[in-house]
T-cell receptor, first 114, second 114 residues
């Protein structure tokens, strides 16, 4: 049974529109992360959270907001989507085991902004 | 900040060939180094980790070590199979600024032909 799920799996948005990507985890992990994956860059951290109510900026936060309403849920929000935000987005969770060293990833959301 | 350089963008092998992928890293912290693997349509998953220089991490026939003197680490497998075809990421973490932050290399796409 998948422990980290993402929705939607695919999304097409228009430039200037609002996009919300959702993530749910059943690992009971405190930490959650949002990454984007682009060819030649690997995965880059956008936002992360230490627990419900907490959001922090990662390495590339510009143009993105995050929301962590509960232990299980973490959302990534694009208020004004742009074509440069076309990418594959991954959510991950991590816990105290191994000093938060191992992260468990969802299956990803492919976002296309036209 | 922390960084990982993964020079081999693509590796093509035949079944039973020897695999060797190399990365270099830069950090001011005592590194824990990981290899994550990503199969098509899935998120990355932990393959193995190495916490101490010159010690081996071993999983599913793969071995990894890192050399603190040359700040390099590598992944090898004696005999690859078609099912090993995937993208392999060398990963540095967890970071000191962000609890649990992972720094990903750009990935090596392994294609194994029967």
């Amino acid at each position: 049974e998948a422990a980290v799920t993402q929705s939607p799996r695919n999304k097409v948005a228009v430039t200037g529109g609002k996009v919300t990507l959702s993530c749910n985890q059943t690992n009971n992990h405190n930490n959650m992360y949002w990454y984007r994956q682009d060819t030649g860059h690997g995965l880059r951290l956008i936002h992360y959270s230490y627990g419900a109510g907490s959001t922090e900026k990662g390495d590339i936060p510009d143009g993105y907001k995050a929301s962590r309403p509960s232990q299980e849920n973490f959302s990534l929000i694009l208020e004004l989507a742009t074509p440069s935000q076309t990418s594959v987005y991954f959510c991950a969770s991590g816990g105290r085991d191994n000093n938060y060293a191992e992260q468990f990833f969802g299956p990803g959301t492919r976002l296309t902004v036209l | 900040g922390d960084s990982v350089t993964q020079m081999q963008g693509q590796v093509t092998l035949s079944e039973d060939d020897f695999l060797f992928i190399n990365c270099t890293y830069s950090t001011t912290w005592y590194p824990t180094l990981f290899w994550y693997v990503q199969y098509p349509g899935e998120g990355p998953q932990l393959l193995l980790k190495v916490t101490t220089a010159n010690n081996k991490g071993i999983s599913r026939g793969f071995e990894a070590t890192y050399d603190k003197r040359t700040t390099s680490f590598h992944l090898q497998k004696a005999s690859v199979q078609e099912s090993d075809s995937a993208v392999y990421y060398c990963v540095l973490g967890p970071g000191t600024q962000v609890v649990g932050q992972l720094t990903f290399g750009s990935g090596t796409r392994l294609q194994v032909y029967a």
